[in-house]
Structures are given as C-alpha cells and as structure tokens.
C-alpha cells in the first residue's frame, strides 16, 4: 500500500482528454468517463462514471483503460447497463448524491468517495430524478471535485476542495460565465475547466473562463494541453 504522504499528487499526474475525461496517477489511478482514448491503456484502478450518456458511458474506452480487476464507481441507476456490458457485478460500487464510501483498489489503496448533485435546474438533458453524480475524491492529501453534466447548485457551493474540474461549455451544462461565477464561490485552489471544445462549446471559452475567475483561484487548462 502507498501512503499519501509517500505521494504528493500534483495538477503535472492529471490529464483531461475529452469532454470529462479526465486522468488522475496518483498512487492509484484513476479515471472519470473515458470517452476518445487513443491508444489502450488497461492501467485503471477505480473508473468513475459520473451518468449514462454516451460522451460519459463509453463501453469501448472503458474497455482501453480498466485493468481486469478495476474497480467501478457508478450512481445506482447505471448498475444494470453497466453488468450488461461490460463488468461483473461484484466489481460495481453504487452511490447516489449524498453517500460516502471507502473504496479498496487492487493495490490496497483506500479512497474516500463521496458523490454529490449533478443535474439541470431546468434544461431537460439531466434530470435530478436521474440521482446521477459528481463526486469528490481524496486521494494522496488532495481532494478531487469532479462536477459531471451539471448546472451551477447552490447545495454544491460549499465543497471543500483543492482541485475542481468544472465544466463550461453550455447547453447541457452550466456555461462559462456561469461556470465562473460558481468556482468563484466555490473556491478551490485550481480551477480546471472540462467539456467544452470538442463536441459543444468553443475552445475560446476556456480563456474567457479564466478571465473571470478572482486572483486567488489558478486557472489550469488541461483539455488542450500541448496543443
């Protein structure tokens, strides 16, 4: 078992790929909604699926990341379309907003998950009913808020945590002035925005996000990185 003070978890071991597909390799990995991954990599540890859309839900990338004995964090309305394609049950942690749960990798790492709102006030595309989720992770004394397809929630503005993928590219989601305004309140450390860019939403937002967020807050862009 690695220690989290063995492994200091730094913004340089997190990669955003597409849309919320993000990468953490800390002393465990893990991923958000691999969706678009190019090459295989079957080194996952815990795979998170934040909902079942098809930019989120990827059977084919997860398929490219998950190690055989991968562990899957999933809100409980995903359990059945996930054993149905591409996991066995007893690899399956179901969670709904509001719950907290200890996670134990292969490597015996435990990670401290806890999954909160992630939903549209009004728009249709994610319905609160759904009980679909962001989660908050601490792993290596870092605490992960990874948002998934949300609007800005006032319930969700008193988070604690260092870094916060964000996403910004509207329509579906909050957009980036909107975006701003909720990291502004929320207050990480680091700010990343996600979604945007590819499928909806300029590249310019990401920018545009950054130019509205208060000093004390750093902007790191991530999806385009080495671009």
Known sequence: ???GDEYMLGIEAITVNEQSSIKVAGSSVLYFDPFHIKKEELDADIVFLTHGHYDHFSPDDIGKVASGNAIFVVPWKMVRELEDT???QERIIAIQPGEEKKVTDRKGNVISVKAVPAY???KPFHPKIQKWCGYVVNIDDKVLYVAGDTDALKENESIDCDIAFIPIGGTYTMNYKEAAHFVNRLK?????PIHYGTILGEKVYGDRFAE????DIEVVNKLFEGD
């Open 1 to 3: 078992m690695i220690r």
């Open 86 to 88: 591409v996991v066995s």
């Open 120 to 122: 549209n006030k009004i």
């Open 188 to 192: 990480p450390k680091i700010a990343v």
């Open 212 to 215: 509205l967020i208060d000093d």
